[in-house]
Nanobody
Framework: QVQLVESGGGLVQPGGSLRLSCAAS????????MCWYRQAPGKERELVAF????????NYPDSVKGRFTISRDNAKNTVYLQMNSLKLEDTAVYYC????????????WGQGTQVTVSS
Protein backbone atom coordinates (compact mmCIF):
# COMPACT_ATOMS: atom_id res chain seq x y z
CA GLN A 1 0.00 0.00 0.00
CA VAL A 2 1.47 3.30 -1.11
CA GLN A 3 1.83 5.92 1.59
CA LEU A 4 3.01 9.48 1.12
CA VAL A 5 3.29 11.57 4.27
CA GLU A 6 4.10 15.23 3.83
CA SER A 7 5.26 17.50 6.65
CA GLY A 8 7.05 20.76 7.33
CA GLY A 9 4.47 23.29 6.26
CA GLY A 10 3.46 26.32 8.29
CA LEU A 11 2.92 30.05 8.38
CA VAL A 12 5.77 32.18 7.10
CA GLN A 13 6.24 35.80 6.13
CA PRO A 14 7.02 36.84 2.55
CA GLY A 15 10.69 36.31 1.88
CA GLY A 16 10.91 33.50 4.39
CA SER A 17 11.87 29.87 3.96
CA LEU A 18 10.44 26.45 4.67
CA ARG A 19 11.66 22.92 4.12
CA LEU A 20 9.06 20.29 3.33
CA SER A 21 9.58 16.56 3.72
CA CYS A 22 7.74 13.60 2.25
CA ALA A 23 8.19 10.12 3.66
CA ALA A 24 7.27 7.46 1.13
CA SER A 25 6.53 3.78 1.55
CA UNK A 26 4.80 0.92 -0.23
CA UNK A 27 6.80 1.14 -3.44
CA UNK A 28 10.43 1.04 -4.53
CA UNK A 29 11.30 4.65 -3.80
CA UNK A 30 14.83 4.56 -5.16
CA UNK A 31 13.61 3.48 -8.59
CA UNK A 32 11.00 6.18 -8.97
CA UNK A 33 11.25 9.74 -10.14
CA MET A 34 9.52 11.98 -7.60
CA CYS A 35 7.76 15.32 -7.67
CA TRP A 36 6.02 17.97 -5.63
CA TYR A 37 2.68 19.46 -6.53
CA ARG A 38 0.73 22.26 -4.90
CA GLN A 39 -2.91 23.24 -4.91
CA ALA A 40 -4.16 26.67 -3.95
CA PRO A 41 -7.82 27.28 -3.09
CA GLY A 42 -9.96 27.32 -6.21
CA LYS A 43 -7.07 26.31 -8.46
CA GLU A 44 -5.92 23.11 -10.12
CA ARG A 45 -3.06 21.10 -8.73
CA GLU A 46 0.23 22.44 -10.13
CA LEU A 47 3.55 20.63 -10.57
CA VAL A 48 6.32 22.63 -8.86
CA ALA A 49 9.33 20.31 -8.76
CA PHE A 50 10.65 17.10 -10.28
CA UNK A 51 13.63 14.92 -9.50
CA UNK A 52 14.92 11.77 -11.15
CA UNK A 53 15.32 8.52 -9.21
CA UNK A 54 19.05 9.07 -8.80
CA UNK A 55 18.68 12.75 -8.02
CA UNK A 56 20.89 13.87 -10.88
CA UNK A 57 18.25 15.84 -12.75
CA UNK A 58 15.73 18.32 -11.37
CA ASN A 59 13.23 20.57 -13.07
CA TYR A 60 10.97 23.44 -12.04
CA PRO A 61 8.40 25.71 -13.62
CA ASP A 62 9.36 29.33 -14.05
CA SER A 63 7.09 30.33 -11.15
CA VAL A 64 9.45 28.72 -8.60
CA LYS A 65 12.74 28.33 -10.47
CA GLY A 66 15.64 29.78 -8.50
CA ARG A 67 13.64 29.74 -5.26
CA PHE A 68 12.68 26.09 -4.75
CA THR A 69 15.05 23.14 -4.58
CA ILE A 70 13.98 19.50 -4.63
CA SER A 71 16.24 16.80 -3.23
CA ARG A 72 15.97 13.24 -2.03
CA ASP A 73 17.53 10.71 0.30
CA ASN A 74 17.01 7.24 -1.10
CA ALA A 75 18.32 5.66 2.09
CA LYS A 76 15.49 7.31 4.00
CA ASN A 77 12.80 7.03 1.31
CA THR A 78 12.29 10.76 1.66
CA VAL A 79 12.00 13.63 -0.78
CA TYR A 80 12.43 17.25 0.27
CA LEU A 81 11.44 20.65 -1.01
CA GLN A 82 13.47 23.63 0.16
CA MET A 83 11.50 26.81 -0.45
CA ASN A 84 13.21 30.17 -0.21
CA SER A 85 12.12 33.73 -0.93
CA LEU A 86 8.52 32.69 -0.43
CA LYS A 87 5.79 34.82 -1.97
CA LEU A 88 2.13 35.28 -1.16
CA GLU A 89 1.24 33.27 -4.26
CA ASP A 90 3.11 30.24 -2.92
CA THR A 91 0.31 29.73 -0.42
CA ALA A 92 -1.12 26.27 -1.08
CA VAL A 93 -1.30 22.71 0.13
CA TYR A 94 1.81 20.88 -1.02
CA TYR A 95 1.83 17.21 -2.00
CA CYS A 96 4.47 14.75 -3.13
CA UNK A 97 4.05 11.84 -5.49
CA UNK A 98 6.05 9.56 -7.71
CA UNK A 99 6.32 10.81 -11.29
CA UNK A 100 5.70 8.84 -14.44
CA UNK A 101 5.16 9.96 -18.02
CA UNK A 102 3.81 13.47 -17.74
CA UNK A 103 2.55 13.54 -14.19
CA UNK A 104 1.80 11.92 -10.86
CA UNK A 105 2.05 8.16 -10.77
CA UNK A 106 -0.29 7.39 -7.89
CA UNK A 107 -3.92 8.40 -7.84
CA UNK A 108 -3.97 8.17 -4.06
CA TRP A 109 -2.46 11.32 -2.56
CA GLY A 110 -1.25 12.02 0.95
CA GLN A 111 -2.86 14.58 3.22
CA GLY A 112 -0.50 17.28 2.03
CA THR A 113 1.08 20.01 4.12
CA GLN A 114 -0.29 23.55 4.26
CA VAL A 115 2.05 26.41 3.42
CA THR A 116 0.72 29.87 4.17
CA VAL A 117 2.71 32.93 3.21
CA SER A 118 1.32 36.01 4.88
CA SER A 119 2.49 39.23 6.45
Amino acid sequence: QVQLVESGGGLVQPGGSLRLSCAASGFTFSKNDMCWYRQAPGKERELVAFITSSGDITNYPDSVKGRFTISRDNAKNTVYLQMNSLKLEDTAVYYCNAFIGTGARFGSWGQGTQVTVSS
